[in-house]
C-alpha cells in the first residue's frame, strides 16, 4: 500500500493555526510595532571653488606714488561679460572678489570703473549697457566691503574698444567693467 501526502488547502492551515493560538492557556502574545527607522539626511557637498589669487598686496607706502604707474602694473582686473548681459557671471566674482581685498587693503584708492561693449548694437543700447555694466561691478564690490564714495562709474559704450579686430575672440575682450585708478 503505498501512501501519497496531498497538501492542506491555505485556509485550512490558516484557521489550525487560529484554533491553537486561541486555545492556548497564556496571557495573549502582544506584539510590538516596529521601532521607526529614521530616514536618512541625503548631505550634497558641492565642491569648493578654488580660491583666486588675490592681486599681489603692496604695503601702502610701497604703493607708486602715481596713478599711471598703479594702472600700469594692473593691480585691479577687469570683470568680462556674456553678449547683451550685465550680471556678473560666477567666474567673473572671483576676479572682483581680488579687485575687492586689493581696494579694502588700500583704503585711500579711489577708482573708476569704465562700463566696455562689443561694437554690435545701437550707440544708444551699448551706452546704456556699458553703465549697467559697471553699476553692476561697483555693487558687487561693495556688497564686499568696498566703500562705495570710493568708487565711480561711466560708460564708454563701444566708443573705446580694447581690441579692435571684428571677431568673437575680440568683442569678448570688449564686452568689460574696466578699472581704472584716479586716486591714491
Known sequence: MSFRFRPL????LAAGALL?????SGPPAQTMAPAPT??????????APAPTPAPPRVAEDA???????IN????????????????????????????????????????TI????????????????GERRAAAAREYLESLGVDASRLKTISYGKERPFSKDHDEAAWAQNRRAHFVVTAR
Open 20 to 24: 491553537v493560538a486561541a486555545c492556548s
Open 114 to 129: 569704465e562700463g566696455h561693449c562689443d561694437e554690435r548694437g545701437t550707440a544708444a543700447y551699448n551706452m546704456a549697457l
Open 63 to 69: 604703493l607708486p606714488s602715481s596713478v599711471d604707474e
Open 72 to 111: 600700469r602694473r594692473g593691480y585691479l582686473k577687469d570683470a568680462f561679460f556674456e553678449l547683451d548681459r550685465h550680471e556678473i557671471a560666477p567666474a567673473q566674482r572671483d576676479a572682483l572678489a581680488g579687485d575687492g581685498t586689493w581696494l579694502k587693503a588700500h583704503p585711500t584708492v579711489k577708482a
Open 38 to 47: 529614521a530616514t536618512p539626511t541625503v548631505v550634497t557637498l558641492e565642491p
Open 9 to 12: 488547502p491555505a485556509g485550512a
